[in-house]
């Protein structure tokens, strides 16, 4: 399981141990500790850029102009944090003064949380995965819906004990305690994948109403024009992350090389999940526009905005290139 998550156009989401034994952004400068800072993303350069009142105006500097602007050495306190907004910026919206660093950059696990439902589906992703491996004639693997009975259910029941002897055959180290640990904590794992695929699926269903407004606009041939371009340039960029979601499922055919190199299966999901969980983001304002207007088909500045944001990020032209 030695596959990462790629993007064309943007550097993979890296799982590094923290350069700080730091979990808050408490720096120590006093530019810093001015009312009403922030850090955010620019939307044109993707870089972090600093937030700060000047007057009656706001500015915002981008944040190698910060450390040049202060003497902020990059080995000092505000230096490392500095450093670090660049990269929790891939996970919050903002960071102001105090926030926690998101805990993708302390211990590597996901910032947000799973239900009970998401590790019961991980748990029968994987004991699937496992009865396959073992030579167990399957069935294709079943939906989430039935994925959540499937780790205690009679396929399992019945093979799962050969299963994990077949496996314990191949190490003369594991026992399986050892084997049924790692299982344990690469569920976990998943099941924080599987809480995001459940928010992509609305995120998939806007492919299904950009093609509906597009429908409802037959009779105004712009509006109808700039919603067939919206469909269009949503291809790539949607099929993109299903594929990042079937890789991540490959990765687990070997369950031999899942459950014996735990630590390397963990970072791989890790790398996967980050890169997902950084497109949802993107998606997120665009998600939430459509979700609080009923006729988005009428909404000229819907449609605009759904349009500029695609365009912006996925043109056409880059579709090809990637094609």
Same mark, same amino acid.
């Given at each position: 399981?030695? !596959?990462?998550?790629?993007?064309? @156009?943007?550097?993979?989401?890296?799982?590094?141990?923290?350069?700080?034994?730091?979990?808050n952004f408490?720096?120590?400068?006093?530019?810093?500790?001015?009312?009403?800072?922030w850090?955010?993303?620019?939307?044109?350069?993707?870089?972090?850029?600093?937030?700060?009142?000047? +007057?009656?105006?706001?500015a915002?500097?981008?944040?190698?102009?910060? %450390?040049?602007?202060?003497?902020?050495?990059?080995?000092?306190?505000?230096?490392?944090l500095?450093?670090?907004?660049?990269?929790?910026? =891939?996970?919050?919206?903002?960071?102001?003064?105090?926030?926690?660093?998101?805990?993708?950059?302390?211990? +590597?696990?996901?910032? &947000?949380?799973?239900?009970?439902?998401? $590790?019961?589906?991980?748990?029968?992703?994987?004991?699937?995965?496992?009865?396959?491996?073992? @030579?167990?004639?399957?069935?294709?693997? #079943?939906?989430?819906?039935?994925?959540?009975?499937?780790?205690?259910?009679?396929?399992?029941?019945?093979?799962?004990?050969a299963? &994990?002897? $077949?496996?314990?055959? $191949?190490?003369?180290?594991?026992?399986? *305690? *050892? =084997?049924?640990?790692?299982?344990?904590?690469?569920?976990?794992?998943? /099941?924080?994948?599987?809480a995001?695929k459940?928010?992509?699926?609305?995120?998939? !269903?806007?492919?299904?109403?950009?093609?509906?407004? %597009?429908?409802?606009?037959?009779?105004?041939?712009?509006?109808?024009?700039?919603? +067939?371009?919206?469909?269009?340039?949503?291809?790539? #960029?949607?099929?993109?992350?299903?594929?990042?979601?079937?890789?991540?499922?490959?990765?687990? /055919?070997? %369950?031999?090389?899942?459950?014996?190199?735990?630590? *390397?299966?963990?970072?791989?999901?890790?790398?996967?999940?980050? !890169?997902?969980?950084?497109?949802?983001?993107?998606?997120?304002?665009?998600?939430?526009? &459509?979700?609080?207007?009923?006729?988005?088909?009428?909404?000229? !500045?819907?449609?605009?905005?759904?349009?500029?944001?695609?365009a912006?990020?996925?043109?056409?032209?880059?579709?090809?290139?990637?094609?």
């Amino acid at each position: 399981m030695t !596959q990462t998550a790629t993007k064309p @156009g943007e550097p993979p989401v890296k799982n590094t141990p923290p350069v700080l034994a730091l979990e808050n952004f408490d720096f120590e400068a006093k530019v810093f500790k001015v009312e009403d800072v922030w850090f955010e993303r620019d939307d044109v350069t993707g870089k972090a850029s600093f937030h700060v009142p000047m +007057g009656s105006m706001m500015a915002c500097v981008p944040v190698s102009k910060v %450390m040049k602007k202060f003497s902020i050495d990059t080995k000092s306190k505000d230096g490392q944090l500095l450093l670090r907004v660049e990269r929790a910026l =891939l996970f919050v919206p903002t960071v102001r003064p105090g926030d926690s660093i998101p805990s993708e950059l302390i211990d +590597g696990t996901a910032s &947000w949380k799973f239900e009970a439902c998401h $590790k019961l589906i991980a748990e029968g992703r994987l004991a699937w995965h496992l009865l396959q491996w073992a @030579g167990v004639d399957m069935p294709e693997c #079943p939906p989430p819906s039935q994925l959540v009975c499937f780790a205690q259910g009679p396929l399992m029941q019945n093979h799962g004990a050969a299963a &994990w002897k $077949k496996l314990l055959e $191949k190490s003369a180290e594991k026992t399986i *305690d *050892d =084997l049924q640990a790692a299982m344990a904590d690469i569920a976990t794992e998943l /099941a924080y994948v599987e809480a995001l695929k459940e928010h992509f699926v609305c995120i998939f !269903q806007l492919q299904t109403r950009f093609a509906r407004a %597009m429908r409802q606009c037959h009779n105004e041939k712009t509006a109808a024009d700039e919603f +067939g371009r919206i469909l269009a340039l949503s291809q790539t #960029p949607i099929q993109w992350v299903r594929d990042q979601f079937t890789k991540i499922i490959e990765g687990l /055919a070997d %369950m031999q090389s899942v459950l014996f190199d735990v630590k *390397d299966s963990i970072l791989m999901i890790r790398s996967f999940r980050d !890169q997902l969980h950084l497109e949802s983001r993107k998606w997120d304002p665009i998600l939430e526009e &459509w979700r609080n207007n009923k006729t988005p088909a009428k909404n000229v !500045q819907i449609r605009r905005h759904t349009y500029h944001f695609l365009a912006s990020r996925w043109s056409i032209e880059n579709q090809w290139a990637a094609s």
